[in-house]
């Protein structure tokens, strides 16, 4: 049987909040923009807070005693001569000062139970919304409020001062608590370290691989015990449980022969050979195995996969609510396939608009929600069939300007028929550019975007009429850099 709170709890309970908001300006600070007057059950504590968070944004500060004069001008406006009088005891009357007042409303206490308090509110107005829609057989209405639950998050400022916190400078030396992965081999050190905040990009024209290469680096998050959301605009659950299937079991849908391209060291050089090898067909009954054998019986990391089309920015915190509530999962990184999909609620003069606020704010979600947010991007044609630079992005350069790094996925006829994809670094936000290319062998077959990888200048390209270490040359304008992951040897 529930337990049903007395209406003396509630009531104590909104007091200590109005007494917060009436006395303490830290309080109003944090909780001003998301408590809202409808969360009280008390008329007369609405009418109050509306009050109060007008006049803090006008002023800066609660009102304080001034709440008196303004009960006193609008006292036809409240049912309860009680409040007055309480007010005004606890204001003016108590033997407490003013400064000890604060400090009591200023306690951790008062401020984690009313985030506690904002959450319960909002998720009882939705529900009675939903129940009111489902009373008038609105189901449609109804199912559409349950989707779009967002639960309101305090804002807290985390405010470090650099000359005094000399235990947060050490720390940060001794260790990086925000590093989330680094790829391996030749590909990790192309891109570097990834970290949370950063919103990293891929960049390709289409039917190059972008989706496989977002599915491979969920997948390499998921392997180093990352909790992993993977968010897919366009595609359908089957195709990407199938696809994802291949990455992770290294087996083709149907049965077939394929071939790979394998790198082989030849003094200082790469070669190519082209291998066969014959691969199973991946069968239902195989899924238990495969599962314990490739994931393991108890992961660490988990992978949740959604499938929306045409989504905003409010409808992607709103899944995240609801996993975070709901399923008790919060992402460490989210991959979303690909962000160009998405839509914005702001009414924009053009779709180049749209598309730098959709990506800006994804560039602030990554920050608020401390998470590693990857996506891809379409170049535009003239990066068909060729190897591309930065000036192919897709619209005009506001995509790079918000993103922490950007890596172009390309590959010329040549490239395609060796069984290739070369990755080239388009931008990073820190450090410098390094020039070298990475040229990886990759299988689409069986799943595998990465299979092997070594640096465009040590590589031999069989019968080609330029070289992968001439294609390396052709250096990309601006700086080069590496994060300093290993020092470069300038020729």
């Known amino acids: 049987m529930a337990k049903v709170k007395s209406l003396k709890s509630i009531a104590l309970r909104e007091m200590n909040f109005l007494c917060a908001f009436i006395l303490s300006e ?33 002023y800066s500060r609660p009102p304080r005693k001034l709440i008196i004069t303004y ?38 206490y008062i401020f984690d139970d009313a ?52 235990d947060k400078q050490r720390e940060v030396l001794r260790k990086n608590r925000n590093l989330v992965i680094q790829f391996k081999n030749e590909v990790g050190q192309l891109v570097g370290s990834l970290f949370r905040g950063d919103f990293f990009m891929f960049a390709s024209p289409t039917g190059i691989g972008k989706s496989w290469f977002l599915m491979w680096s969920a997948k390499q998050c998921r392997d180093q015990g990352l909790n992993v ?36 060291k030849e003094d200082d050089k790469y070669k190519i050979i082209n291998k066969k090898i014959n691969v199973e067909k991946l069968k239902p009954e195989d899924i238990n195995q495969l599962k314990i054998k490739t994931i393991g019986k108890y992961p660490h990391g988990r992978l949740k996969i959604v499938c929306r089309a045409g989504i905003n920015i409010n409808d992607l915190k709103a899944i995240l609510s609801e996993l975070k509530y709901q399923n008790k999962f919060i992402p ?63 619209e005009d350069t506001r995509k790079l300007n918000e993103v922490t790094c950007a890596v172009g996925i390309m590959s010329d006829k040549k490239d395609r028929e060796l069984g290739l994809t070369m990755l080239r670094l388009l931008k990073v936000r820190d450090g410098y550019y390094e020039n070298r290319d990475v040229y990886c062998s990759c299988n689409y077959h069986i799943g595998q975007p990465v299979m092997q990888s070594v640096w465009a200048n040590e590589l031999e390209i069989p019968n080609g009429k330029v070289t992968a270490e001439e294609s390396a040359k052709k250096s990309l304008k601006g700086v080069q850099r590496h994060r300093g992951l290993r020092k470069v040897k300038r020729e």
Not at 85 to 95: F, H, P, V
Request: some cysteine.
């Open 26 to 58: 830290k309080f109003c600070a944090l909780f001003h923009k998301v408590f809202k007057p409808s969360y009280f059950e008390n008329p007369d504590y609405k009418l109050l807070v509306a009050y109060i968070q007008t006049y803090f944004q006008k």
């Open 71 to 108: 009960i006193e001008k609008h006292k036809n406006q409240f049912s309860d001569d009680t409040l007055y009088q309480s007010l005004k005891k606890t204001l003016i009357n108590s033997a407490e000062n003013i400064d000890e007042l604060l400090d009591k409303y200023e306690s951790s």
């Open 229 to 264: 959301l993977f968010l897919s605009l366009e595609m359908q659950e089957q195709s990407i449980m199938r696809r994802f299937q291949q990455i992770y079991y290294r087996k083709t849908l149907y049965g077939e022969d394929v071939t790979i391209a394998k790198f082989i």
């Open 115 to 166: 985030e506690l308090f904002i959450k319960a509110a909002e998720l009882r107005l939705t529900i009675n919304e939903i129940n009111l829609a489902l009373d008038n057989d609105d189901e449609i209405n109804a199912m559409r409020l349950y989707e779009k639950i967002i639960i309101p998050e305090v804002q807290k400022t985390n405010i470090i001062t650099f000359e005094d916190d000399l």
């Open 332 to 394: 460490d990184v989210i991959v979303i396939d690909y962000a160009d999909k998405m839509t914005t609620v702001r009414k924009m003069n053009s779709d180049r608009e749209a598309l730098g606020i959709i990506w800006k704010d994804l560039r602030d979600l990554a920050l608020t929600n401390n998470i590693l947010l990857i996506t891809a991007s379409q170049t535009n044609r003239a990066s068909w069939d060729r190897h591309f630079s930065r000036d192919a992005i897709a």
